[in-house]
């Protein structure tokens, strides 16, 4: 929550020290942005409810369109790290692509740091190295697979998911839809709209 705020908080400051073209620009990199052809855009978020020792799961996959090909609400027990969270809801990410034999996916997280970790050649020694690791080598044999940070406001559709998750305290998938929940943010990011509500 504190950082979310410090976020805002420079974001307003560079509107109002900037000038508007490039803080235009920089809020157009935020909203979510279709896959090219032939690709398909998975992505996924982590929430913690830190009372109940659980984490839950936000995944969406969409195709060029911007049309919800699959979305996930799925729970974990006994997780409260949030970079653990983050890093199991990406490997269930791509368990579901794996699974759909789906062959050319970007993979979009908004947690640079568990992106950068796994971006990194060299091996992750942290006490959480072995998931990372695990990542890792499912990337280096899906050639056309690839993993690239994006700002919250690019990742909305996940990120209620993930909250929603915690809402119905078990997993669940749709196919070619989603729950109620993610409807008003799934219709944004086709039309290219920034969603501002939380």
Known sequence: ???????????????????AAST?????LKKWQKPGVNEVKANWD?????EAKRMGMG?????????????????RKHVVDPALAESWALWKALEICNELALSKVIFEGDVAAVINRI????????????????IKQVFKGKREWNVRFVPRDGNRVAHLLAKHALVLGEGKIWIEEGPYVICNAVLHDKKGNVLNDE
């Open 1 to 19: 929550m504190v950082s979310e705020g410090l976020e805002d908080y420079k974001s307003a400051q560079s509107f109002q020290d900037g000038d």
């Open 119 to 134: 971006n990194k050649d060299e091996e992750d020694q942290s006490w959480m190295g072995h998931i990372l690791e695990d």
């Open 24 to 28: 235009t620009a920089r809020v157009q």
């Open 46 to 50: 982590a929430a913690i409810n830190m």
């Open 59 to 75: 995944i969406v996959i969409r195709d060029e369109e911007g049309e919800v090909l699959v979305s996930i609400c799925d729970v």
